[in-house]
């Protein structure tokens, strides 16, 4: 991808994910994710109802009459996208790979992040770390996120979900929102996830593809690893393979949903090709309805 086309597919995604963040996002993301306490805002006098344990002694003895501190919650966060970069985000069989919806997905959380005014930062990963970029504000630091997820090329082609997860536990010390981005095709990670989940708001993004469930019936299908690059070859006119492999997929993606679940993390999971804002917006939604 030449420079000139790689300016063009970041105006349209920035274009694309700041119209659903303005206009759709904004809203659900504020009340979805609360900031990290309560700030003290200023004082005022007294009145009837008043809690007496929010009494300022100091401020109450020098006018002679009772004043309270109020408070205010804290609304700016920090927001960290952990994307897997590994190479089986390749893999697409409708109009976009899970990487294309992967970098789309990213565009919006940070576009909505920033509109509320937190700082986004990024830890790509493949089976080691590929690139972390350090939280921060602004539309620039934005697009250079874009950027780096449409071109970075990872050294490796495997998947090690745990060395993210244990990066993201030892660089990342105030509580924070992480957005994993993976299709999780790895396992191992429970103990660090459980970690995270204790002191970060965590949120798994499941990123599928529809072949990842159901094969087409075109005879013998040649598939490929695109981590390992190893070539199997499947008959897809057998009634019992076919069987067995949709319950095998189906057992993974419940497994891995449930994991989240035990280890006190959220999850969704969204399709290549689908209307990934209405999985988003839904998904916020209820979790409003939760705090």
């Known amino acids: 991808m030449d420079s000139s086309d790689l300016l063009k597919k970041i105006r349209k995604i920035e274009i694309k994910a700041k119209g659903l963040s303005n206009h759709i996002f904004s809203g659900e993301y504020q009340t979805a994710f609360k900031g990290k306490g309560m700030a003290f805002s ?5 009145q009837n109802g008043d809690d007496v344990r929010a009494i300022d002694w100091n401020v ?14 804290e609304r700016e966060m920090t927001v960290i996208l ?56 602004g539309k620039t630091h934005i697009l250079r996120i874009i950027r780096e997820v449409l071109t970075l090329k990872p050294q490796s082609t495997g998947t090690n979900i745990c060395t993210a997860i244990e990066y993201f536990n030892n660089v990342i010390k105030k509580r924070s929102v992480l957005f994993m981005l993976s299709d999780f095709m790895d396992n191992g990670f429970e103990k660090p996830l459980r970690i995270s989940s204790k002191k970060h708001d965590v949120v798994a993004i499941h990123i599928l593809d529809k072949r990842e469930r159901e094969l087409p019936q075109v005879g013998i299908l040649p598939l490929k690893d ?59 939604k209820s979790r409003s309805l939760k705090k």
Do not use: H
């Open 42 to 46: 200023e004082v005022r006098e007294y």
């Open 226 to 284: 695109t981590e390992t690059g190893k070539i199997i070859y499947v008959d897809t006119s057998d009634d019992n393979l076919m069987a067995s492999f949709s319950k095998k997929r189906e057992k993974f993606n419940s497994d891995t949903k449930n994991l989240f679940k035990i280890c006190g993390s959220d999850y969704i999971s969204i399709l290549t090709g689908s209307n990934y804002s209405k999985s988003l917006i839904n998904f916020f």
């Open 82 to 137: 952990l994307v897997d970069i590994s190479k089986s985000g390749d893999f697409g069989t409708d109009t976009q790979s899970k990487r294309d919806l992967t970098t789309e997905i990213s565009a919006v959380l940070a576009f909505s992040a920033i509109n509320n005014n937190d700082k986004v930062g990024v830890i790509f990963f493949s089976d080691k770390i590929e690139k972390f970029i350090p939280p921060e504000k």
């Open 60 to 73: 109450t003895a020098r006018y002679n009459s009772p004043y309270i501190k109020i408070f205010e919650e």
